[in-house]
């Protein structure tokens, strides 16, 4: 029941997939007292110490750890997950079957699935993890609470299949179905696994299980010896607190661990000069550069792909995010159901985008280097970012020089957060350097629908309907 959307165009002068990076010891090296010419010795193991931040608790329902959300996916399961193409494919799932026009759908459970104290998985621990995440529907209570918007009720049919009753026939997809589902017999009601925070104990359905937990300093997870997968685990990971990024390198330098993760743009001069590997992937996380469409100037299309050839993206991710990202063509996610290969918008060609303007009828009658309106009133733009991001400072920077090229007017308001969203929902802009972060599922809607107010004012009537 899902559908699939193929946009010709995005108002966007640039998307930008911010890139993370997992860092991790590339030797270890003994050394021996005394010696100048030590000889280095390799040494491998399968075990991995990972760097963690601070967390609140291990509860999938309440955290709000980033960390500790991708630690769960080692543990928990899903009726479904994502594959690297954001394809659903089912986990826990083994069929399922819509009905009502799409507005149920019923899901028959695997076989033999046991969770990691034996006890076997139930329809009566999907129903009550459906039952428990909708206490956060629409929420930001639970990282898996917007997962819960079009679950109606779930209710059992018998022991090993549920019917899930959707508000709509749209919005029920299966990505909406990737939350862990928890054990039911673990907790004394709905209410009791909504709240229960410290002394945690995470019980799944996964590959890996809880090993060792040292309070909040530590947690050490083994292989699941009775997985139901094709694949079962036999090193152990262990996740350590750490105060800060800085904290983290030092103790890969030492090997006091072997991995961390880093999202931040600093990392090249952070691990600059250590004997590390850097493996670099595209985030969840998009930065976007985006037109207002419902003003005059901008609504001209012809405009918005001059401004977009005459903007230099490469320029723009170099300077200003210092390289970590990957140019994108439009707003879907690297490798989104297997398409959006990284490229840019637009190839940059100033020459191009002054003779796009001048031939959309925008001239320098003034003869003042700058580019005038119809009533002859230098055209300028407003372009807007959030304060305190020293990221989006420099893009909006670049992206003034780039429009004085194109004899475009532009000036940089700074906001402070409520303001700067305020402004984007009222339209009180003419560009924004924004950003989003995307969860499971990639649902795009607050970007391309207008009957959500969309920040660059279009209109799709083929997606406002779907």
Same mark, same amino acid.
């Given at each position: 029941m899902s559908s699939t959307i193929r946009l010709k165009r995005i108002s966007v002068i640039l998307v930008l997939f911010l890139m993370s990076s997992m860092i991790g010891c590339q030797q270890a090296t003994e050394f021996f007292t005394g010696e100048e010419d030590a000889t280095p010795v390799m040494k491998t193991s399968t075990d991995i110490s990972v760097a963690i931040s601070n967390f609140e608790t291990l509860n999938p329902v309440k955290n709000k750890s980033e960390d500790i959300f991708y630690m769960e996916k080692l543990v928990y399961e899903g009726l479904f997950r994502l594959n690297d193409e954001y394809l659903p494919e089912p986990v826990l799932a083994e069929s399922w079957e819509y009905a009502d026009n799409g507005t149920t759908l019923t899901i028959n459970l695997k076989e033999g699935v046991l969770w990691h104290d034996d006890k076997p998985l139930t329809a009566e621990d999907v129903k009550f993890s459906i039952e428990v995440y909708l206490r956060s529907k629409n929420s930001a209570e639970s990282l898996h609470g917007m997962l819960?918007?079009?679950?109606?009720?779930?209710?059992?049919? #018998?022991?090993?299949?549920?019917?899930?009753?959707?508000?709509?026939?749209?919005?029920?997809?299966?990505?909406?179905?990737?939350?862990? /589902? /928890?054990?039911?017999?673990?907790?004394?009601?709905?209410?009791?696994?909504?709240?229960?925070?410290?002394?945690?104990?995470?019980?799944g359905t996964g590959p890996y299980k809880i090993g060792e937990i040292f309070g909040t300093r530590s947690i050490k997870l083994v292989g699941n010896d009775k997985y139901h997968g094709t694949k079962i685990p036999t090193n152990t990971i262990d996740f350590k607190r750490v105060p800060d990024k800085f904290?983290?390198?030092?103790?890969?330098?030492?090997?006091?661990?072997?991995?961390? /993760?880093?999202?931040?743009?600093? $990392?090249?001069?952070?691990?600059? #000069?250590?004997?590390?590997?850097?493996?670099?992937?595209?985030?969840?996380?998009?930065?976007?550069?985006?037109?207002?469409?419902?003003?005059?100037?901008?609504?001209?299309?012809?405009? $918005?792909?001059?401004?977009?050839?005459?903007?230099?993206?490469?320029?723009?991710?170099?300077?200003?995010?210092? *390289?970590?990202?990957?140019?994108?063509?439009?707003?879907?996610? /690297?490798?989104?159901? *297997? *398409?959006?290969?990284? @490229?840019?918008?637009?190839?940059?060609?100033?020459?191009?985008?002054?003779?796009?303007?001048?031939?959309? *009828?925008?001239?320098?009658?003034?003869?003042?280097?700058?580019?005038?309106?119809? @009533?002859?009133?230098?055209?300028?733009?407003?372009?807007?970012?959030?304060?305190?991001?020293?990221? $989006?400072?420099?893009?909006?920077?670049?992206?003034?020089?780039?429009?004085?090229?194109?004899?475009?007017?532009?000036?940089?308001?700074?906001?402070?957060?409520?303001?700067?969203?305020?402004?984007?929902?009222?339209?009180?802009?003419?560009?924004?350097v924004g950003g989003f972060s995307l969860a499971d599922p990639m649902n795009l809607d607050f970007m391309l629908k207008s009957t959500i107010n969309n920040p660059a004012k279009l209109t799709f009537l083929s997606i406002d309907t779907t």
């Open positions: 819960m918007s079009n679950i109606k009720s779930v209710k059992t049919v #018998g022991k090993s299949a549920v019917k899930i009753e959707f508000v709509y026939n749209t919005e029920n997809t299966l990505e909406c179905l990737t939350f862990p /589902i /928890i054990p039911k017999h673990k907790f004394n009601s709905v209410g009791d696994a909504y709240t229960k925070v410290g002394n945690f104990i995470p019980i904290a983290a390198v030092e103790l890969l330098h030492i090997y006091d661990i072997n991995a961390m /993760i880093s999202k931040g743009n600093d $990392r090249g001069s952070l691990f600059a #000069g250590k004997s590390l590997n850097i493996i670099n992937f595209p985030s969840n996380e998009a930065e976007v550069v985006g037109f207002n469409t419902s003003k005059p100037f901008l609504s001209d299309l012809r405009i $918005r792909k001059a401004i977009a050839q005459g903007i230099d993206a490469t320029q723009i991710l170099d300077d200003a995010y210092m *390289g970590n990202g990957v140019l994108s063509k439009n707003i879907f996610p /690297i490798h989104y159901y *297997g *398409g959006n290969p990284p @490229e840019p918008l637009a190839i940059y060609d100033v020459s191009a985008a002054n003779k796009a303007i001048a031939e959309a *009828g925008y001239y320098d009658t003034n003869k003042d280097t700058k580019i005038d309106d119809m @009533e002859g009133e230098n055209i300028s733009l407003k372009i807007i970012i959030n304060e305190g991001d020293e990221a $989006r400072l420099l893009a909006a920077q670049s992206i003034k020089t780039s429009l004085e090229k194109l004899k475009i007017g532009s000036y940089i308001i700074q906001m402070d957060w409520p303001t700067y969203t305020a402004a984007i929902n009222n339209g009180d802009y003419d560009l924004y």
